[in-house]
């Protein structure tokens, strides 16, 4: 089963493509990730629809049975959150026109099912995906990073 991840934001829109196979649990690999970069220069609708064609763009190379996506739980910056949503709706529709069954988790949730604790720190998260994907290097970027964690989470949640 191959599990899009998605970390959704205006600025990055992180994405990790993971198979997983319910019958070896154990056995993750990553097949795709990177991020969709938009250029804060631009205006919202128009970063918005660079989001959209992107990701489409992904879904259609790739063909996901399913995505998980961030869901938005907790802002610190409040001048970002109605941007982030905005990308957020954007990123459903793309999954919706294309039917790609969808799930969402918070960040509490993510960190819960990877590492047992919902208030872990990011380093322990990274720790976790490296285990999990076998490997000792992970995807510069925090956002693909996270995406991926968001994969992972969701293939232990359909166990």
């Known amino acids: 089963m191959k599990i899009l991840g998605i970390d959704p934001g205006m600025a990055i829109v992180g994405y990790g493509l993971i198979d997983f196979q319910t019958e070896n649990a154990l056995k993750i690999e990553l ?3 990177g991020s969709i970069q938009t250029d804060k220069t631009l205006d919202d609708s128009k970063r918005l629809l660079e989001i959209y064609n992107d990701l489409s763009k992904i879904v259609e190379e790739y063909q996901p049975d399913c995505a998980s996506v961030e869901n938005l739980f ?13 990308a957020r709706g954007v ?17 509490m ?8 604790y919902g208030r872990a720190e990011k380093k322990e998260v990274e720790q976790m995906v490296k285990i999990a994907l076998n490997t000792d290097t992970l995807p510069k970027l925090d ?3 996270d995406s991926i964690a968001i994969a992972i989470c969701h293939s232990r949640n359909i166990l």
Do not use: H, M
């Not at 907790?74 to 905005?86: D, S």
């Not at 990123?91 to 960040?107: A, D, F």
């Open 74 to 86: 907790f802002f610190k910056n409040q001048k970002t959150v109605i941007p982030v949503a905005e």
């Open 91 to 107: 990123i459903l529709t793309v999954l919706e026109k294309y039917g790609i069954p969808t799930y969402s988790y918070t960040p």
């Open 109 to 116: 949730e993510v960190k819960q099912v990877l590492t047992g």
């Open 31 to 33: 097949l795709a990730s």
């Open 143 to 145: 956002d693909t990073v």
